[in-house]
């Protein structure tokens, strides 16, 4: 692991980011520029994300090309337990014996035991799930380790990765902190950034999407400071104070039109119409090469319009029963 990587002769689809660092694009379904994982080759190296089932031989493969052996991966994190970031956890665990993994403890026994998160998604996506995902594979339970609000993975010669607990849009979300470079892996919490226009767009799928709590874990990652922002969907970010004020303008602006839209006895339809011509319209669409165009289409079904207003409609709904059950109680 003290040999250095010419970088210069890279497969396609693994970005050096300087300090050892390594972005991985897992290729999602086949496609590029959906899922990203990231590499850190310290002396106790440490993968961030492995994407889904589909994804592990892509994510083998890159390491091997990074001078990543079967015996050598010290750690496997995922920020959360949704399939496009831990649906390979099992056999990326498989293929690397000696990895622990590391997950936040609510979602810990999912890992362990996939079969509930396996059964829920395929009432979600039905034969898409095959496509999209594959089967997510248990890891062994002994090897996993669950954080709670705060934990820490060593990643040797004194460096580490600080995990904080960060819901909002998964109750088993977590960021990680490097505490070398700065960088700030934030899986979905900000959203969805498009690398080819700038944009980031919220991420708020059912069941757990929860406004004051995503904008909680903003608020507590402006406080970490971060020189970077490593997206899972997709890449590095430099410009980190701007990039999280816009993730907060952004999550605000869908909840008040859903809001808006519920408010005025409009249905679900009546405000996915309400966000694509209210919202979208405001995000720059970027002329993709026939190749990418497939990407989008994967995005789209990931984190689109539909899914997020399903998701904020049915935090909406949580916040009016318990609004009625306050005033029962009255």
Known sequence: MQDAVDTAGLPEGIVPLGDEIFAIDTRMAGYPGITSSYLIRTERPCVVEVGTAGSAPVLRDALAALGVGPRDLA????????????????????????????????????????????????????????????????????????????????????????????????????????????????????????????????????????????????????????????????????TVEETLDSAGTELRLWVETVREARDTGGDLDHAVAMVRERVMSRYRTPALPPEKAGSQEVLELLSGVEGNVRGITHWLDRVAADQRAARDTV
Do not use: N
């Open 75 to 238: 750690t496997i994190a995922v920020t959360h337990i949704h399939l496009d970031h831990a649906g390979g956890i099992g056999d990326v665990a498989a293929m690397f014996p000696d990895a622990e993994v590391v997950v936040h403890e609510r979602g810990a026994r999912h890992l362990a035991d996939p079969a509930r998160l396996m059964h829920s998604a395929r009432q979600v996506w039905g034969d898409r799930l095959d496509v999209l995902f594959g089967e997510m594979r248990p890891a062994e339970a002994a090897r996993i380790r669950a954080v709670g609000e705060t934990g820490e993975i060593d990643l040797g010669g004194g460096r580490r990765l600080t995990t904080h607990y960060a819901p909002g849009h998964a109750k088993h979300h977590v960021g990680l902190a490097d505490s070398v470079t700065g960088d700030l892996y934030v899986g979905d919490a900000l959203g969805v950034y498009r690398p080819d226009t700038g944009d980031v767009r919220p991420a708020t799928p059912p069941p757990d999407f929860d406004l004051g709590a995503a904008l909680g874990s903003l608020r507590l990652f402006g406080d970490i400071a971060a020189q970077r922002l490593m997206f899972s969907h997709f890449g590095a970010v430099t």
